[in-house]
Nanobody, 116 residues
Framework: QAQLVESGGGVVQPGGSLRLSCAAS????????MSWYRQAPGKERELVAS????????NYADSVRCRFIISRDNAKKTVALQMNNRTDADTAVYYC?????????WGQGTQVSVSS
């Protein structure tokens, strides 16, 4: 059974940094495209960053470009999101997502808040 488990959420001060991690199991991680999404209160879920299976093509939402970095380790079956220079607008539940062929898997989400 495919499973994604996020970790690393918490509270950070404005301008601070936080690193999220997502551990995958139950599917062939090395061929899956991996993404991070987020959903703020009262808003729709949005794509934050995505990474292809080999890790050489990355896409970012305009709102996080140059601040966030997505990366993956196929040997460890993990994907990470390094978040720098965070602002209030980054407060949301962050979800890990895997797509392989027609299959899509979501993690349970991890809360990230920005507060002074």
């Amino acid at each position: 059974q495919a499973q994604l488990v996020e970790s690393g959420g918490g509270v950070v001060q404005p301008g601070g940094s936080l690193r999220l991690s997502c551990a995958a199991s139950g599917f062939m991680f090395s061929v899956a495209a991996m993404s991070w999404y987020r959903q703020a209160p009262g808003k729709e879920r949005e794509l934050v960053a995505s990474l292809n299976s080999v890790g050489n093509r990355k896409n970012y939402a305009d709102s996080v470009r140059c601040r966030f970095i997505i990366s993956r380790d196929n040997a460890k079956k993990t994907v990470a999101l390094q978040m720098n220079n965070r602002t209030d607008a980054d407060t949301a539940v962050y979800y890990c997502n895997a797509k392989s062929g027609t299959a899509t898997t979501w993690g349970q989400g991890t809360q990230v808040s920005v507060s002074s």
